[in-house]
């Protein structure tokens, strides 16, 4: 079955990210010219998503209104004849249909997740963490879906991370198939010992997850920080019918992280068509003085 909804947690409270996420979304936290989240919408159309649905809660609203039309605005571009700006404004509404539904409590990924089963009904779906922006040639969740297509299990995007770090991600069993595809048979949530380590293989910002979940998720109880865990879920997935992983290409940036961010900022403004030049010169000039 191909591969056309896609979900969008961004019901968390981004508590490594204040003051600035006290009010301000993390996921609407601007990378140069537009808010994290319109890189993740663009990302998924991309790789042949149609359908979004946006996980929100109180406060929110002004991802509804990014994803909207602006006929103010709108007309006031259009009369003073900036039709470039004005193309780019209604192509963001544009971009797919976008869907949103409120997590009424913020009890943990997992629970988010669980928020869109109408939504998803009897189909295979993506998930794309509403504050890891991916950017790379080949969008990430294309490269997932492919996998699925392929090995026809739920699909995770992995990569390696440090070892004095794995206590703050999850951490994988798994065996290489070919290349960059391996398969998953068990995991764990922030191992705090050293014995629980399976591999130092993480789950980054992207899986694709078959309607089986819901049940599991139903039956998950708090985890690792006294919340739902979609990790602990898609462990029984993996140990009962087994998950491809995919160490996907591209640079993941982590918005709920000051210094994510920071990257980000940098890492996409040297790439920009219009600025990269120009903020090129600056930091050469910047480096030179530190
Ligand atoms: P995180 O655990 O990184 O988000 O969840 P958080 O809870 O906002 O983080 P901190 O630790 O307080 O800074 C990953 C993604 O899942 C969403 C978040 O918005 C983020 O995009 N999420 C998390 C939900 O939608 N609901 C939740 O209950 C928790």
């Known amino acids: 079955m191909k ?4 979900v969008i947690p961004a019901a968390g409270l981004g508590t490594r990210v204040l003051p600035a996420t006290k009010s301000l979304p993390k996921e609407m936290l601007t990378i140069v010219d537009k808010p994290a989240i319109q890189y993740i919408v663009e990302e998924a159309v991309n790789s042949g998503i149609t359908d979004i649905l946006i996980i929100t809660n109180r406060g929110k609203g002004i991802i509804e209104d990014h994803f909207d039309r602006s006929p103010e605005l709108e007309e006031r571009l259009l009369a003073s004849g900036k039709k470039d700006v004005y193309d780019q404004v209604v192509s963001i509404s544009r971009l797919a249909n976008i869907y949103f539904v409120r997590q009424k409590e913020t009890k943990g990924l997992g629970h988010a997740v669980n928020c869109a089963r109408s939504f998803v009904g009897n189909e295979p ?3 794309l963490y509403g504050d890891d922006v ?6 990430a969740c294309g490269q997932l879906i492919r996998a699925y297509e392929k090995y ?4 995770l995007g ?4 440090p070892e004095d770090s794995i206590s703050k991600y999850s951490s ?4 290489n198939l070919e290349g960059n595809i391996y398969s998953c048979t068990d995991m764990i949530e922030k191992p705090q010992k050293k014995e629980d380590v399976l591999s130092l293989y993480s789950i980054l910002g992207r899986c694709v997850l078959t309607p089986d979940i819901f049940d599991i998720l139903d039956n998950t109880k708090p985890g690792a920080g006294g919340e739902i ?3 602990d879920a898609m462990k029984t997935l993996a140990r009962t019918v087994g998950m491809t992983g995919v160490d996907f290409t591209g640079k993941r940036y982590d918005m709920g992280d000051k210094l994510g961010i920071l990257e980000a900022t940098v890492e996409i403004a040297l790439k920009n068509p219009l600025l990269g030049e120009s903020f090129k010169a600056y930091l050469k000039k910047l480096v030179k003085s530190l």
């Open 229 to 231: 865990q979609l990790t």
């Open 172 to 175: 994988l069993k798994v065996e």
């Open 3 to 6: 591969v056309t909804k896609a």
């Open 125 to 127: 779906f993506a998930v």
């Open 152 to 155: 026809g299990k739920a699909v």
């Open 158 to 161: 992995i990569k390696s991370v």
């Open 134 to 139: 991916i950017i790379g040639d080949d969008p």
